[in-house]
């Protein structure tokens, strides 16, 4: 018995000094696919399952968006998310993780049917907007009226709702958790009705990006594991 027990602590002890702590970059604004308070949502717990199986442990670090990249040129973070080829010069992306579907809303009845209308309008877009929607993105923010990157994302709903901007940039499934959410307080003012979603963009694919290339192997590895399990859909919707 004694035997067993000790055999057991042994297991654990080289257990713990073989795993390996991964600190992760994330940005604190952006759910469904970050939610902060539980260490959750859609991309959370793809990596944390994509990783499963591996002697990997992950820590969390909520950061603005655009410190995560920083940190992760310097090396002080061992992975961040949402990374499109070509933001990093350090790290290995991973294989294709998600797709995000940028929209520009707006109130009702004014509809924005090509990008150039944006330049008159006071517009707020998430950080790195400029860089990750292309050249006609970046040229019509620079005309703008009044141009704002908000790293809180909740504020651009906000701001849109209360009359404080004319038209936001956002994925349209975290434009819909904050529109929910603020609705429940305010039914009438976040109602869906009152905004039109405006597809001006083609979907963007994003890559989580990691420090070694053996742990993006073993990530990726994960992930197709996922895929091919039906995992990855159920972890899509929430669930």
């Known amino acids: 018995m004694i035997r067993g027990i000790v055999g057991v602590v042994i297991a654990l002890l080289a257990h713990c000094v073989s795993a390996e702590t991964l600190k992760v970059g994330v940005s604190f604004a952006i759910p469904p696919y970050v939610i902060r308070e539980d260490s959750g949502g859609i991309e959370l717990n793809l990596l944390r399952e994509a990783l499963a199986e591996t002697p990997y442990r992950l820590s969390f ?30 790290g290995y992306l991973s294989a294709p993780v998600i797709t995000f579907y940028n929209r520009v809303f707006t109130l009702a009845p004014r509809r924005i049917k090509r990008l150039d209308e944006l ?3 006071h517009l707020v877009a998430f950080p790195k907007a400029r860089e990750i929607l292309g050249a006609d993105f970046d040229h019509a923010a620079a005309l703008g009226h009044s141009y704002q990157e908000q790293s809180r994302q909740a504020q651009q709903v906000r701001q849109l709702f209360e009359g404080r901007a004319q038209a936001i940039v956002l ?11 603020f609705a429940r ?14 597809p001006l963009f083609a979907p963007t694919v994003y890559h989580f990006a990691f420090g070694d290339p053996k742990v993006r192997d073993r990530f990726d590895a994960g992930l197709r594991h996922l895929r091919t399990s039906g995992r990855y859909q159920t972890l899509l919707s929430g669930h």
């Open 185 to 198: 307080k305010s039914p009438a003012l976040y109602d869906r009705g009152r905004a039109i979603e405006n």
């Open 119 to 121: 330049a008159g309008l």
């Open 171 to 181: 994925e349209r499934r975290i434009f819909e958790y904050y529109r929910a959410h």
């Open 61 to 90: 670090h909520y950061l603005p968006l655009r410190q995560t990249f920083e940190l992760m040129e310097q090396g002080k973070l061992d992975a961040i998310i949402n990374v499109k080829p070509g933001m990093l010069k350090r």
